[in-house]
């Protein structure tokens, strides 16, 4: 079944225009539909306040200009989102929303098949930016998303024909799989690969997937081979990005880990690795 709605996050970084043409090549290939959020943050008074209880002058012209950008970026955004979507022959919407951006992404993303984020360069990466943002979608909505490296370009999508599955056995290597099948279904060629510690790897590692996951996705007609590397002196999530590489995939796929403590969503190392290193689009799913 393909990807009936797709939901692409739009901002004003240089990155938004790739992320827009992948998402529009993706939304061409499958389901025919696209939206568009431009997610605004909210500007708060932060303390600015004069003694009568107004906010000051200062504040005004602060908050007064703030609207006004936020207004241009939508317009701008708006405008080329509809000229996108019209040059693929594609249907779709644009969404303009004020409020923190990863509640308001997470929000949206429910109600998508499939929801397409940048990368943040590791270099700028903080819990304000990508990984924070990818944590908060992937661990509130429920839904797949796909991490766009920052380099990125339509061409990427015409090249989803290896894909690189990291395989471990859990839940959320499985969930990865079944949300990536209009993609896997798609493929010329899926490996399906599961890293192992020198010791034989941990008691949820699938040291065979051969055995399990691959003759269930042959099934489905795809493509399938199953292999296992050991994870020698890198982490899993560095050995899963080598493997990218030497394999030539163009797509990975994996199980999103995490938990909530309190307010605060973590991913593990290898996840967050992969987020922050990838040069391939990530399919992330928890």
């Known amino acids: 079944m393909p ?15 790739p992320r827009l043409q992948v998402a529009a090549a ?11 959020l431009h997610a605004a943050e909210v500007m708060t008074p932060a303390g600015v306040i004069s003694a009568s209880g107004k906010g000051t002058d200062l504040y ?16 701008a955004l708006k405008a080329r989102f ?18 923190p951006v990863a509640d308001t992404v997470g929000s949206h993303a429910r109600f998508a098949d499939l929801t397409m984020i940048g990368q943040t360069p590791e270099a700028t990466a903080n819990m304000g930016t990508v990984a924070w943002l990818v944590e908060h ?17 339509p061409a990427h999508l015409e090249k989803f024909d290896h894909i690189l599955v990291g395989w471990d ?7 990865a799989v ?5 993609l896997l279904k798609r493929a010329a ?29 042959a099934r489905h007609g795809i493509a399938v081979e199953a292999a296992t590397v050991p994870q020698g002196k890198v982490s899993a999530g560095a050995t899963l990005l080598e493997q990218v590489t030497s394999l030539g995939a163009n797509l990975l796929v994996a199980g999103g880990y995490g938990h909530s403590r309190l307010r605060e969503f973590v991913l593990g190392g290898a996840t967050r690795y992969i987020l922050l290193n990838a040069t391939v689009p990530v399919l992330l799913s928890h």
């Open 3 to 17: 990807f009936r709605d797709i939901l692409v996050h739009l901002d004003t970084s240089p990155q938004s225009e």
């Open 137 to 153: 979608v992937l661990l509130t909505s429920g839904r797949p998303v796909m991490v766009l490296p920052v380099e990125s370009s």
């Open 189 to 217: 060629k899926v490996t399906v690969l599961s890293v192992t510690a020198e010791h034989g790897g941990s008691g949820k590692v699938a040291l065979n997937p051969g055995s399990d996951v691959a003759p269930h996705l």
């Open 60 to 75: 005004d012209v602060s908050y007064a200009a703030w609207e006004r950008q936020v207004a241009e970026a939508d317009a």
């Open 169 to 175: 056995g859990s839940r959320a290597a499985v969930r």
């Open 178 to 182: 079944h949300d990536a099948l209009p």
């Open 26 to 36: 993706l939304a061409a290939r499958q389901g025919q539909y696209l939206i568009g």
């Open 82 to 99: 509809a000229a996108v979507v019209s040059e693929h022959g594609l249907t779709g919407e644009f969404r303009a929303a004020k409020g």
